[in-house]
């Protein structure tokens, strides 16, 4: 079993596509073993995303990440970050598969709905960075 950490960004609460998004993962059989909905600061939002600091997108993503609620969940499942990957899509969405979350639901490369961890290494960074181990059940 292997876990993962998902975001529905800003834009995805904005546009009530939580239910959708929690819908694509249990009828893919992810698992959700922790979820709370929070705000995130410019702070944090940087914090998060620290491994993007050097990136031209960088002060404009902290920007939207920080603009409104977010919902954060960590899943569960076997293979479960490339599983998930799969169903968001790629970060672009013009250039995600038919069918994904991104491709069915994005309107920038930016806000693009959904986050996913993209490593081992990542998903553990990212679940701690929301998480503590009583708030995963
Ligand atoms: O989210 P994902 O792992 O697919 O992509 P990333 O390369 O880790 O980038 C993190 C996030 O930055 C993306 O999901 C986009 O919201 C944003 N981004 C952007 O605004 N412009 C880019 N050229 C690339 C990413
Ligand atoms: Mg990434």
Not at 2 to 29: H, M, Y
Not at 40 to 63: C, I, N, W
Not at 104 to 120: L, P, R
Request: hydrophobic share 40%; proline share 2%.
């Amino acid at each position: 079993m292997e876990r993962t950490l998902s975001i529905i960004k800003p834009d995805g609460v904005g546009r009530c596509l939580i239910g959708e998004v929690i819908k694509r993962l249990e009828s893919s059989n992810i698992k959700i073993i922790a979820m709370k909905m929070l705000k995130m600061t410019k702070k944090q939002a940087q914090g998060f995303y620290t491994v993007h600091k050097e990136r031209p997108f960088f002060d404009s993503l902290t920007d939207f990440m920080s603009s409104g609620p977010v919902v954060v969940m960590v899943l569960e499942a076997e293979n479960v970050i490339s599983k998930y990957r799969d169903l968001m899509g790629a970060t672009n969405y013009k250039e995600a598969e038919k069918g994904t979350i991104r491709r069915n639901f994005a309107t920038d490369i930016e806000k693009n709905v959904v986050h996913g961890s993209d490593s081992q290494e990542s998903a553990s960074f990212e679940i701690n960075y929301f998480f503590n181990s009583f708030e995963i059940v």
